[in-house]
């Protein structure tokens, strides 16, 4: 998808790809790039909605320049500030300092904290205020920590058009070829996943509007098949498992334990099981275990013990869980451990930290190479996980 195309008659995308990062937000390996989404809309006033991040605010104000055609622009609504989309607000001003910054009392109030605003400059709107372009109604929607607090919608009434800041983004520049589910999916859990409630309290709002077309803040437009993406956010955010399967996380100093963890898979689709997803917690991609730990609803953490504790891996995980605010969910406990297992404990202790977690009777302890007594024990408990 190149960069330069039209969202509707009025609508132009101005915003960038971003191939050169590594990782997003210092901390997301994003092996496809970035999207920091920018838009256009030409009516007899002119608006920008939101900038990119400064790292590639050259290639923005040239997006931006090309597609005025000689114009300026009349306002920037800022729908989220954290600095990929507003950094470049800056430099945006440098080159328009005519244009008003359009944003929410919240906004300006933390926009002062990365740059000194006149505030003859801002219009300060409230949640349903309008602003009328011309022929284009833009109306106001303030959606607090989704996922910061001054984070707003905008939705254009005439071409129905929900810019929806960073909610329905995902991870990957607009050119990856990549479907939008698994990237959005690891993005939001990430990224969004903490403030579930928040989401369904905008889901009810977006549920009023006539939405023809979704632009985020990142990721592709969405236009077609909007149901799809709703009832997706409708999912995560409430917290209920999206996928048949079991989940398999493991931490294994000697590989004793990542045997087991195969072992169980292996047993898991021999019985039935419809999926078994299996993350090495050392090598693989933290973030993505923590997506599939959200994505299926029985979950098997298997771990070696470790300074009288779980080893270092799984515990970071289940920390990154319980700050995602992970809930709701069946887990099924693993250790290994040579003299004095340990894991299961520990690992009991973070999750008894988390909302609605239900960890089964059957707990596998195996002392260091797996034998026949713990693969009887595996069968036992994935028989209890296909039930
Ligand atoms: Fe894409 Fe919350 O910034």
Redesign the pocket.
Known sequence: MNTDFMVTNDIRYVGVNDHDIDLFEGQYLVPNGMAYNSYLIMDEKIAVMDTVDIRKKEDFLTNLENALNGNVPDFLVIS?I?P??ASSIGAFLEKYPSAKLVGNAKTFQMLALYFDIDPKQTLTVKDGETLSLGRHELQFILTPMV??PEVMFTYDCLDKVLFSA?AF?KFGALDAPEDWTCEARRYYFN?VGKFGMMVQTVLKKAAALDIQAICP??GPILKENLEFYLNKYQIWSSYQPESEGVFIAYASLHGNTAHAAQKLGELLLAKGCPKAAISDLARDDMAEALEDAFRYGKVVLAASSYNAGVMPFMEDFLHHLKAKNYQNRTIALIENGSWAPSANKAMADILSQMKDITILSQQVTIRGAVKAEDISALETLADELVK
């Open positions: 989220h954290e990929d989309h996922h910061w960073d983004g990224i803040l990142h």
